[in-house]
């Protein structure tokens, strides 16, 4: 799980960058205030990166899909991206777990025969 969950985080690393990017085409925007805000959001998805299988590590990820798509009321684009990654996000969740499920079983499976061998 640790695996796909901190590659969807990368992910929104570099597409926060972007965002940022564009939102700084907006005038009406302060640089400043966009990128204090880009880039609380780029160090959170990193740092989520090493908590994922921490308590809370899941919620803040899930706190982090919300702000990106909230994220779409600066630049519209991000609600379709917010929408994109909070599904990415999920399936991480989803079939990260069914992976480690998997590996434990083959695990338990490969030392029961092992030891009885």
Same mark, same amino acid.
């Given at each position: ?12 690393? *570099? $597409?926060?960058? *972007? /965002?940022?990017?564009? =939102?700084?085409?907006?005038? =009406?925007? #302060?640089?400043? =205030?966009?990128? /204090?805000?880009?880039?609380? &959001?780029? =160090? ?15 919620? &803040?990820?899930?706190?982090?899909? $919300? ?6 009321? $600066?630049?519209?684009?991000?609600? *379709? &991206?917010?929408? $994109? *990654?909070?599904?990415? !996000? !999920?399936? +991480? ?6 992976? #480690?499920?998997?590996?434990?079983? !083959?695990?338990?499976? +490969?030392?029961?025969?092992? +030891? +009885? /061998?």
């Amino acid at each position: 799980m640790r695996t796909l969950c901190a590659s969807t985080l990368i992910g929104e690393f *570099f $597409v926060v960058g *972007f /965002a940022g990017l564009v =939102a700084m085409k907006d005038p =009406a925007l #302060d640089p400043g =205030a966009v990128w /204090a805000v880009c880039g609380v &959001l780029m =160090a959170v998805s990193v740092l989520l990166c090493g908590m994922i299988t921490r308590p809370g590590g899941i919620a &803040l990820g899930w706190a982090l899909q $919300v702000a990106l798509v909230l994220s779409g009321l $600066v630049v519209p684009i991000m609600f *379709f &991206l917010g929408a $994109v *990654f909070g599904g990415l !996000w !999920w399936a +991480s969740l989803h079939f990260g777990r069914k992976i #480690d499920e998997a590996k434990a079983r !083959w695990a338990a499976q +490969s030392e029961a025969g092992a +030891s +009885s /061998a």
